[in-house]
């Protein structure tokens, strides 16, 4: 194996795309595309550009919904990336972005309301976290706005669910992933971490008998 030192523009390695409904100060909606986020526990880790939209509403009000689609909607989440609810566009993004009030309509999604949380949640998602910042701060440098939500509720599509559970059936969800600037969804499973609590083939079978 040979290995190139390379300097790529960025790093996203396979990272799963996460849309993030917030409230805006006039009551109206933001809905913004993202896919830099990772959870411990019951918090998840937000990394947002601090001149977005959705930076300005989770430094003002801290009620949040992270919406996973799956690779079924992935056209949906290209219609929004090239959209800010910023106004006016902030200089640096005027090259390639505009300014959309109505984000829910313009990718072609439909608002839910939420049970613990104001923004809605969207209904084509399988996965829905409602969620509350608890930690909202700038990196180092001042660029990103480094967000810790703690979720509040999970919804999940019964199709994406083991029957009788709260898990989350591994086989039956694929996220839809951010590739280097491509979108994928999940190849075929090629094994499980000992720690799983949905196991499959022989593993299964002796739980099961237990």
Not at 38 to 54: M, N, R
Not at 89 to 97: I, L, M, N, T
Not at 129 to 155: M, P, T, Y
Not at 161 to 168: D, I, K, L, M, N
């Amino acid at each position: 194996m040979t290995h190139l030192t390379i300097e790529p523009s960025i790093l996203y390695v396979g990272t799963p795309v996460a849309l993030l409904s917030t409230e805006n100060g006039d009551g109206t909606i933001n809905l913004a595309a993202m896919s830099s986020a990772w959870a411990l526990d019951d918090v998840v880790v937000l990394g947002l550009s601090g001149s977005g939209q959705t930076a300005h509403n989770l430094q003002q009000r801290p009620d949040v919904v992270i919406n996973f689609p799956s690779p079924a909607q992935w056209e949906a989440v290209e219609r929004l990336a090239g959209l800010t609810g910023r106004d006016p566009v902030p200089e640096h993004k005027r090259a390639r972005f505009r300014y959309e009030r109505e984000k829910f309509k313009a990718a072609g999604l439909t608002p839910v309301a939420s049970e613990l949380v104001g923004p809605p949640r969207v209904a084509e998602c399988p996965l829905q976290f409602e969620a509350s910042a608890v930690q909202v701060q700038f990196d180092a440098a001042g660029n990103f706005l480094i967000v810790q939500a703690r979720v509040l509720r999970v919804h999940a599509n019964d199709r994406i669910v083991v029957p009788g559970t709260s898990y989350v059936d591994p086989g039956a969800w694929s996220p839809l992933l951010y590739n280097f600037r491509h979108y994928f969804g999940l190849g075929p499973e090629l094994g499980e971490s000992f720690r799983t609590e949905t196991p499959r083939g022989a593993e299964a079978d002796r739980l099961l008998r237990r």
